[in-house]
């Protein structure tokens, strides 16, 4: 008689174990993938964002206007733009109170620097839990197919006659969590690299334009 091998048969005739394996495997895959493209947005919206303010930065339009049309438009700046109202807003609260040049610059960069890690935070959230899913997935399928070898070969052990027939869909239903394990993992690691990639690219950006943009504070302190 044929034995149906079908994907739902072998899932639901596995034992316990092995499904809450499989459910864990969904699960960790469903929850990937919602992050996959909650990331993917929010990298495309600081990617809009930078060249936005980039072209308004560089049109030569004033600092102080820039500053001000900025807080008029937008309750919060992220990327490039939070940088910049952090160091400008620094370097205009201390250049009123007639402090001394070297200070204003080190509280300017001081600021810049501090918005430059709250923009590494926003752009790295989500990253450690794909990391992780892309790299304990495969081993958390293995240990389900382990698990369901191992209950094969105990009932094979139970019968007089062992055939291919016997054993064939005991550890089709372990490879089933081998497999599982490979589709939450790949997509994770491809994300999780592509994603680390864009990261790091942004913060290179961020460090130079807050180094441009030391520059021309630096100008400006320099002729009050």
Not at 53 to 76: I, P, R, V
Request: hydrophobic fraction near 50%; proline fraction near 2%.
């Amino acid at each position: 008689m044929e034995q149906d091998l079908s994907i739902i048969t072998l899932v639901s005739q596995a034992s316990i174990f092995v499904q809450a394996i499989m459910a864990i495997l969904v699960l960790a895959s469903l929850v990937s993938w919602y992050l996959i493209v909650q990331r993917a947005m929010y990298f495309n919206m600081a990617e809009r964002e930078r060249k936005r303010f980039e072209s308004l930065f560089w049109s030569g339009t004033d600092l102080n206007t820039l500053y001000k049309q900025g807080s008029d438009s937008q309750a919060m700046a992220v990327g490039m733009e939070s940088i910049f109202r952090a160091g400008f807003k620094e370097f205009t609260r201390m250049a009123q109170r007639n402090i001394d040049a070297d200070a204003i610059m080190e509280g300017c960069q001081r600021a810049m620097r501090v918005a430059m890690n709250r923009e590494e935070e926003r752009l790295e959230q989500s990253l450690p839990f794909l990391a992780t899913v892309g790299s304990t997935s495969p081993y958390i399928g293995l240990l389900g197919t382990v698990w369901g070898i191992m209950g094969s070969f105990h009932g094979l052990a139970q019968v007089q006659q062992a055939t291919l027939a016997t054993v064939a869909p005991g550890i089709s239903e372990a490879l089933v969590a081998t497999a599982m394990g490979l589709i939450a993992a790949i997509p994770a690691v491809m994300a999780y690299n592509r994603f680390s990639a864009k990261m790091d690219a942004n913060i290179g950006k961020y460090e130079t334009f807050a180094d441009e943009f030391s520059s021309i504070l630096h100008r400006q302190v320099h002729v009050r």
